[in-house]
């Protein structure tokens, strides 16, 4: 009886160990970190011209967040944040050398259901609502007639995140997204030209990779 006892507290313990990082009413905070690289080759006709060159670009993000959990497994977040930017371009028919600098500042909503081993591991998902706010400075090298621009541009983008999830500890959980599908309106302008795009995006395993890290305050 006396072991029985025992074994039910240590059970029971376990229980409230292990469920404690999602459980109704506890909170979240903590920094997601996107992280984007890109080289590869360009060409293209522009009349009568052709041109063939390399481009590369790297981009970083760093978004603070807070999160509420509505019930068990489920929670309702958001996050601001901003991100700098780089990209290289040398257009090989004419040796031009094109560089842009952007800054990008980001606002977003979303809810997550957790669906968890052991509460321990697996998957989060749900929708999410993001706005983006783009600037950019475009300088060209010297040696051409073209002058250096500014440009912005607005992005609204809506859709659903899935992230790998796990808690390495009672408090700490770290996460990475795997894979998205949104749609996204976008409009830019610069003293050239004016656009809007309309468009879906699906992601899987992408190199556009974003970390998340997070601290549980609660049970």
């Given amino acids: 009886m006396k072991k029985n006892t ?3 507290l240590v059970i029971l313990l376990f229980i409230e160990a292990v469920n404690a990082q ?22 293209f006709l522009n009349g009568n011209v052709y041109s063939t060159g390399t481009t590369s670009a790297s981009y970083f993000t760093a978004t603070p967040t807070y999160s509420y959990f509505l019930a068990n497994n489920l929670d309702l977040g958001a996050g601001v944040g901003f991100g700098t930017g780089k990209n290289n371009s040398i257009d090989q028919f004419d040796n031009t050398a094109t ?17 968890l081993f052991n509460n321990k591991i697996g998957l989060r998902t749900g929708p999410f609502v993001s706005f983006q706010y783009f600037e950019s400075k475009v300088n060209y090298s010297p040696n051409t007639n073209q002058e250096n621009y ?4 607005k992005s609204l983008q809506t859709g659903i995140n899935v992230d790998f999830v796990c ?3 009672k408090k700490i959980g770290l ?3 795997v894979g998205a599908l949104s749609y996204y309106h976008q409009q830019s302008g610069s003293q050239q030209q004016y656009s809007g795009t309309n ?3 699906l992601q899987f395993l992408s190199n556009n990779l974003m970390l998340s890290a997070f601290y549980v305050i609660g049970h």
């Avoid at 842009?100 to 979303?110: G, H």
């Avoid at 500014?150 to 541009?153: L, N, P």
């Fill in 150 to 153: 500014g440009s912005s541009a």
């Fill in 167 to 169: 808690y390495p500890a």
């Fill in 6 to 8: 025992i074994l039910t």
């Fill in 99 to 115: 560089k842009s600098f952007d800054r990008n500042y980001i606002a977003s909503i979303y809810l997550r259901k957790y669906f």
């Fill in 22 to 43: 999602t459980q109704k009413g506890d909170q979240a905070v903590g920094v997601s970190l996107n992280f984007y690289t890109y080289s590869g080759n360009f060409n």
């Fill in 199 to 201: 468009g879906f995006n």
């Fill in 175 to 177: 996460a990475v997204n």
